[in-house]
């Protein structure tokens, strides 16, 4: 890997995804990165993830005190950011040019992303024409390892009457993106939450994809879960979104 050639540890496919792991449970959440957390991620026990939280101290890689949580170090951040890097262009390369659907290439790019060189990556950056971001909205991370994330909160926080456009999506559940599909909520669509339902921690919003001529603005209902997991960016306060007459 070339951003820490000169840390044997770091060509380690596993040491690759714990620290990228570590950096995608901080990217969009406040929440400190303990090791439950890590071990419920990665589906692994506890102990073994105790085992190579010692291991990447010893790289160089993270910062960590005993029931503390977990921080990367900036070596360990350079890292991630580069295996981010190579996972983000790979899933965005999968639906653009093979065809892929947006909940079927996480796990094609997990595998791939530690197969490809450098040299491939910056092609195919370069093929895809330097996308900023990949089809669930993640931003890219360039190759000299910054990264910029949209201005975007999570659909939950957002107040009645609130309009936003979808800037990303959790890739976590495909089931969830399958389901988003077939209601044509994607990144980029504008989205109203109408009001609070009176039950299930569920809103109801309108959909108004501008280029959905078929349907034009629709009511949609979304749950807890899905408005966990839908950023978007704000459009205005108490906006108007026309049902019709």
């Known amino acids: 890997m070339a951003p820490l050639a000169g840390n044997p540890g770091a060509d380690s496919a596993s040491v690759q995804d714990y620290v990228k792991t570590i950096y995608a449970l901080a990217e969009w959440h406040d929440e400190p990165v303990t090791s439950s957390r890590l071990a419920a991620r990665l589906s692994v026990a506890n102990s073994s993830v105790s085992e190579m939280i010692r291991k990447l101290s010893d790289l160089g890689l993270v910062h960590h005190k005993p029931y503390r949580p977990v921080e990367l170090t900036a070596d360990g951040r350079l890292l991630a950011l580069a295996m981010v890097r190579r996972h983000r262009l790979l899933e965005t390369f999968l639906v653009q040019d093979l065809g892929y659907r947006w909940d079927e290439v996480h796990d094609e790019a997990e595998q791939l992303e530690h197969t490809v060189s450098d040299v491939f990556i910056d092609r195919l950056d370069a093929r895809l024409g330097y996308p900023a971001t990949d089809p669930h909205g993640d931003p890219i991370p360039t ?37 988003l599909a077939a209601e044509r909520i994607g990144i980029g669509s504008p989205l109203t939450v109408l009001r609070r339902m009176p039950f299930g921690r569920s809103v109801l919003a309108c959909v108004d994809n501008d280029s959905d001529s078929d349907s034009g603005p629709r009511e949609v209902v979304l749950g807890e879960e899905l408005l966990s997991s839908i950023w978007a960016e704000s459009t205005g306060q108490h906006a108007n979104c026309s049902l019709g007459p």
Do not use: C, N, Y
């Open 143 to 179: 190759s000299a390892g910054s990264i910029t994330l949209p201005d975007a909160i999570p659909l939950v926080r957002f107040d009645d009457g609130h309009s936003g456009r979808v800037a990303r999506i959790s890739d976590e559940d495909p089931q969830l993106l399958r389901f």
